[in-house]
């Protein structure tokens, strides 16, 4: 699994650190990935992936 933020892209929202807030959070101006999510949780943060209205989030199962 990998899961990446591209900085270059995103524009600090919050909608992944508040979907998802033990995986993502916003520092500085940016979300930054904090830790790998849960098994349980990885349809959650796929969705935050899809709901990224700059499409600044990466995520691969596999």
Known sequence: MTLTV???R???CGMCAAAVPEV???VGHVS????LPAPKRTARVADA???CP????RFTRG
């Open 6 to 8: 591209d900085s270059t």
């Open 10 to 12: 995103c524009i600090g």
């Open 24 to 26: 993502f959070q916003i």
């Open 32 to 35: 930054t990935v904090q830790a």
């Open 49 to 51: 992936a899809n709901g």
């Open 54 to 57: 700059v499409n600044a989030i």
